[in-house]
């Protein structure tokens, strides 16, 4: 009898279950978790004087003596903090502010499609768009070339300036929208109707209503996701390569020209360093949450104190206004691309070209075509690779009948909360010692490691919304496991798939220190050829590789919104809203 009641319900717990997310759980920590674990510890032994390779075989601080001496580390240092610490607060009060401001009157669906570009569009690819714009050639200046007279280009330093406002902008940019997205989904579990209804019948104004008693509810929610951008933004390469300061840079790309120098004894010098990024960014968690703890007993104060007068809709509005602006300076660069990809002579002050060309596109032989090449394969390759552990992850907790405890949530997020430089070079040595550097083998893999945990999250809370009684139906049709994931969760479940599969594919394609470093210079996509070409004259050039290199996860995005609506053509419960759906 318990046996029949099992078969009927298909979710009953089985042997085969355990052993199928035991089997996933260790692939995850074979080929992921270790992997960044060993990389760190390579990176530590050289940072320490460990690395046979060039003869360093004892343990010894000169490599921090001689990061110490490297010039214009300490400001190296101030810009790092001010531009990872800067762009992550602003991002916050930024997102914060407009999800009260739309929240209500957009969805998560329609959040999503209107956030999808610039969620997809690659950093690099946004960070050329904005040099464009912002540079003193580009489309901000001859707009007010007029006003004030101009005649030529003013001497300004309007990207690449030492305070790094420009690299700021370029990050709000694109974590203003992630940020946003995360929150609105973070609201659909909580009463947000209620609570403004409440509050409003006790006098307090609807801005008061979100500063004191949503957002505490949805910080807990949204934790982990603004920490991935605090790290992320304390050790950006690509972006800070592009719109940066050059002299000095940011420690990321001072410690990426250490790594490349060609002087062997550097890369002590280099690790030293990495090992500090890595640091800097676990005191930046520490930091969070301890403005986390003195922000509860700020808060409680504050509610408990009252305060009905103050108001709180003009910062909403103005929040709504930046935020506005941020994604309309995004806009014009994704625009810009394809404007100087096309442009041939293109005189100040017009706005637009006097005359276009199709040259910069006609050599795709010598040039972009292997390029796109290698990243469509690699993007395939590692997000196929992803999508594949996601399923099997989250097809073996349903038969096993075990929920994802904390510390596996913390497993998926640790490839995206560590510095990518911290631990890169060290899984490079790793690498090179059994010979595994250099190849397209190597590259899948460690893109993988920050494709698997986005594709995950993206899976996640759509399989797990999955209606029961679906498999159980099958089952009692005689259905055995395999069959209800194959003929039912998959077919089903194909919008979410698809979509997470187009969040695998942009992240593929944005990767720029995994390829360079694992790839030992000799696999070339679009982000690591736009990232060199960006410094170059020939923005016709540029542009090209910065348009395809965007354009890529715009199709894959289209393509994850179009083929459940042809797929499901009859089936209007099916067919999903794409991308943000």
């Not at 050329?128 to 007279?149: D, H, K, M």
Request: charge should be positive; charged fraction near 10%; aromatic fraction near 8%.
């Amino acid at each position: 009898m318990g046996a029949a009641l099992h078969a009927v319900s298909g979710v009953a717990p089985s042997s085969p279950g355990r052993a199928l997310r035991l089997v996933v759980l260790l692939a995850v920590a074979g080929g992921v978790i270790l992997p960044i674990l060993a990389g760190l510890w390579e990176t530590a032994r050289a940072g320490f004087g460990i690395l046979p390779a060039i003869g360093a075989e004892h343990l010894s601080l000169d490599p921090w003596r001689m990061l110490a001496d490297v010039p214009g580390l300490g400001t190296s240092l101030r810009l790092t903090l001010l531009t990872g610490l800067g762009a992550t607060a602003l991002a916050l009060v930024l997102a914060a502010g407009t999800c009260a401001a739309v929240h209500g009157r957009m969805s998560v669906r329609a959040g999503g499609r209107l956030l999808t570009p610039f969620l997809a569009a690659p950093h690099a690819a946004v960070a050329i768009g904005l040099a464009f714009v912002l540079s003193p050639s580009g489309w901000i200046a001859r707009a007010l070339a007029p006003l004030f007279g101009w005649d030529r280009p003013p001497m300004l330093i309007t990207v690449n300036d030492p305070w790094g406002g420009a690299l700021i902008l370029g990050l709000l940019v694109k974590e203003v929208p992630f940020l946003l997205l995360v929150m609105l989904s973070a609201l659909s579990q909580i009463a947000v109707a209620r609570h403004i209804a409440i509050g409003r019948a006790l006098g307090y104004g609807r801005g008061i209503v979100w500063v004191k008693v949503i957002l505490p509810q949805v910080w807990p929610l949204i934790r982990l996701p603004v920490m991935v951008v605090l790290a992320y933004s304390l050790s950006v390469v690509d972006m800070a390569l592009i719109l940066g300061p050059s002299n000095p840079p940011t420690l990321a790309v001072m410690l990426l020209r250490l790594f490349s120098a060609p002087d062997t004894a550097m890369l002590l010098p280099a690790s030293a360093g990495a090992v500090l990024q890595g640091v800097l960014v676990a005191l930046s968690f520490g930091l969070l949450l301890l403005v986390e703890r003195g922000g509860k007993r700020v808060g409680l104060w504050w509610l408990r104190r009252g305060g009905r007068g103050l108001s709180a809709e003009p910062g909403l509005m103005l929040t709504s206004g930046v935020t506005a602006t941020v994604m309309i300076a995004g806009a014009l660069g994704m625009l810009a691309l394809v404007v100087w990809s096309l442009a041939w002579r293109w005189s100040w002050p017009g706005m637009l070209p006097e005359s276009w060309s199709l040259r910069a596109w006609m050599a795709p032989g010598t040039g972009w075509g292997r390029a796109l090449w290698h990243t469509v394969l690699l993007a395939f390759a590692t997000t196929g690779l992803a999508l594949a552990l996601a399923v099997a992850w989250l097809e073996g907790e349903d038969r096993a009948r075990m929920r994802r405890a904390r510390w596996a949530e913390a497993l998926i997020y640790l490839p995206l909360l560590v510095p990518q430089i911290a631990f890169l070079y060290g899984l490079n040595v790793l690498f090179l010692r059994f010979d595994l550097s250099g190849g397209m083998a190597a590259v899948i893999w460690a893109q993988a490691l920050f494709v698997f945990p986005y594709v995950m999250i993206a899976l996640s809370d759509p399989w797990r919304a999955l209606d029961p009684g679906l498999p159980r139906a099958a089952a009692a049709l005689g259905a055995g496991p395999w069959r209800r994931l194959w003929a039912v969760k998959l077919p089903v479940l194909l919008t979410p798939l698809l979509t997470a599969a187009a969040i695998g594919v942009a992240v593929s394609v944005a990767q720029y220190l995994p390829t360079l470093f694992m790839g030992a210079g000799r696999i070339a996509t679009l982000t690591t050829e736009a990232v060199t070409l960006s410094s170059s004259s020939d923005r016709r050039v540029t542009g090209v590789y910065a348009t395809l290199q965007a354009g890529l996860p715009f199709a894959v995005y289209a393509a994850a919104f179009l083929i459940p609506v042809l797929a499901h053509r009859n089936r209007r419960g099916l067919q999903g809203g794409g991308p943000g759906a």
